[in-house]
């Protein structure tokens, strides 16, 4: 078994070392500017064009991440980029999804408790009670009811505030009211106070965070965009703020990052950004994952995560 190696901006030595401890049989390295020699697996997370492209020996690519975007950008940009006969695996969960709820579960209770507000009194050096918001009517709604997703929902649900999921396909999970499809979309929207965003970005979901969304929620609504950048039209965003449609947002992921300098979303005190750190990809799990299916799909048994390349999840 050959296994090739990318990760940008990652400790390529530490990954390969526990690769070698899952898999003491296999060879592997790390792929450099012009290798070319033949390999089984590719493991991988924002790869350029040229590690993929002409590699019909290649059995599957696993993609070190849940959201595949990056990789169908190159074929989009560059159509044969993907091996003709390489399944598309992405991770699932692998500790992403613990990570993911507990990060999504904090900035609701935030806004729900108003430390944010807080924070800024604070600042401002005045002692004030401020009256929390009503739980029972504090509905979060999270968009994307996939692995994470679901996962985000029953977590904040066990906080006692009624929770709503939207999905493309119908789905039934305890304790959430659920919605799916364009035709349940705004009944999904219409009263939500807080907009938890993790769909897979995709031509069909691109965009989908803009003024028309943000008009459908409650009244000083928040938002929290743990998905990918390119879900938000971001002048969008200040003017909802600007105007009061929505209160705050919590954002960790972005259409440019690292977020420049010169930013706007900097100097807007409402926003409040992290450097896409929600859920991070763990290394012990994420290869004890990948290792699994390899051997799987040597002894020639299916594997979960393959991704549909028409959907793009």
Do not use: C
């Amino acid at each position: 078994m050959k296994i090739l190696f990318y990760m940008q901006h990652a400790n390529a030595a530490a990954w390969l070392h526990d690769f070698a401890r899952a898999l003491p049989e296999a060879e592997l390295r790390e792929w450099l500017p012009g290798d070319t020699e033949p390999a089984d697996f590719a493991v991988v997370w924002r790869p350029p064009r040229e590690m993929l492209a002409g590699r019909d020996d290649l059995r599957a690519i696993f993609n070190l991440g849940a959201g595949v975007d990056a990789i169908l950008a190159l074929e989009h940009e560059h159509p044969g980029t993907l091996p003709r006969n390489a399944r598309l695996i992405r991770l699932e969960d692998s500790g992403m999804a613990l990570q993911m709820a507990e990060y999504v579960t904090h900035a609701v209770l935030r806004y729900l408790r108003r430390f944010d507000e807080y924070q800024t009194l604070q600042g401002e050096r005045r002692w004030e009670v401020l009256d929390p918001h009503p739980r029972e009517t504090f509905t979060v709604g999270v968009l994307g009811l996939g692995v994470l997703g679901a996962h985000v929902a029953q977590a904040v649900a066990a906080f006692g505030m009624p929770v709503r999921g939207y999905s493309r396909s119908a789905r039934q999970i305890d304790g959430i009211t659920t919605f799916a499809g364009e035709a349940q979309f705004d009944a999904f929207l219409d009263g939500v106070k807080v907009l938890v965003n993790l769909l897979p970005h995709t031509p069909d979901t691109g965009d989908v965070l803009n003024r028309r969304t943000f008009s459908k929620l409650a009244q000083g609504a928040y938002l929290i965009n743990v998905a990918r950048g390119g879900h938000l039209v971001e002048q969008d965003l200040l003017e909802a703020l600007a105007s009061g449609q929505l209160a705050a947002a919590t954002l960790d992921v972005f259409r440019e990052e690292p977020l420049p300098p010169d930013h706007l979303f900097w100097r807007e005190p409402r926003i409040t950004i992290t450097p896409h750190v929600s859920a991070l990809t763990l290394r012990e799990e994420s290869v004890a994952q990948v290792a699994q299916k390899m051997v799987a799909l040597m002894h020639g048994e299916t594997v979960s995560g393959v991704v549909d390349i028409e959907r793009g999840y």
